[in-house]
T-cell receptor
Framework: KQEVTQIPAALSVPEGENLVLNCSFT??????LQWFRQDPGKGLTSLLL?????REQTSGRLNASLDKSSGRSTLYIAASQPGDSATYLC?????????????FGKGITLSVRP | GAGVSQSPSNKVTEKGKDVELRCDPI?????LYWYRQSLGQGLEFLIY????????KSGLPSDRFSAERTGGSVSTLTIQRTQQEDSAVYLC??????????????FGPGTRLTVL
């Protein structure tokens, strides 16, 4: 059974800092990995999707990497801003089974202090 | 363009009542998913629809939960005889499943269900 872990559960940093959010998963048989952002009381916004054949994806100040063999992904946020404060979730789409469900970590709640 | 929409946004009900939650996927998306987000539990998969195939119901927590997808578009998640532990945010997602590796899931805003 696939398990996705995100540690720590919460992180507080001063504005302007570069930071790395970690995600690990137990089964490397995945199609892709997705990073999401969730604001309080809101749904999920997709940030980046990395296919299993890729090593990284970039969008603006965000860069996500994937090391499938070791079961790890990182989300790098450059020059953090207070508007980046949210919960960040990673999710993997497994190859096992007939469906394409995502298995999620519990998320990292990020607070960027002005 | 229109994203995934869900209704109602909030639902408060009494224990024992039935509730229906609705999801409108992105037009043209053949795959539709329901997930549940509970405090302390994270996001859990409930059910998956793909085209005209039989749905994957492996994530439904009990037989009080059911879902249908009419005409390959709108989906309704029904919870019968609601219990307090059903209180959660119910999220719907859709994707265009042409290539599993590329298919990105897009989420709706969710329905917050509170069972008193």
């Amino acid at each position: 059974k696939q398990e996705v872990t995100q540690i720590p559960a919460a992180l507080s940093v001063p504005e302007g800092e570069n930071l790395v959010l970690n995600c690990s998963f137990t089964d490397s048989a995945i199609y892709n990995l997705q990073w999401f952002r969730q604001d309080p009381g809101k749904g999920l916004t997709s940030l980046l999707l990395i296919q299993s054949s890729q090593r990284e994806q970039t969008s603006g100040r965000l860069n996500a990497s994937l090391d499938k063999s070791s079961g790890r992904s990182t989300l790098y946020i450059a020059a953090s801003q207070p508007g980046d404060s949210a919960t960040y979730l990673c999710a993997v789409k497994g190859m096992t089974g007939a469906n394409s469900k995502l298995t999620f970590g519990k998320g990292i709640t990020l607070s960027v202090r002005p | 363009g229109a994203g995934v929409s869900q209704s109602p946004s909030n639902k408060v009900t009494e224990k024992g009542k039935d509730v229906e939650l609705r999801c409108d996927p992105i037009s043209g998306h053949t795959a539709l998913y329901w997930y549940r987000q509970s405090l302390g539990q994270g996001l859990e998969f409930l059910i998956y629809f793909q085209g005209n195939s039989a749905p994957d119901k492996s994530g439904l927590p009990s037989d009080r939960f059911s879902a249908e997808r009419t005409g390959g578009s709108v989906s309704t998640l029904t919870i019968q005889r609601t219990q307090q532990e059903d209180s959660a945010v119910y999220l719907c997602a859709s994707s265009s499943v042409r290539d599993r590796g590329r298919s990105e899931q897009f989420f709706g805003p969710g329905t917050r269900l509170t069972v008193l």
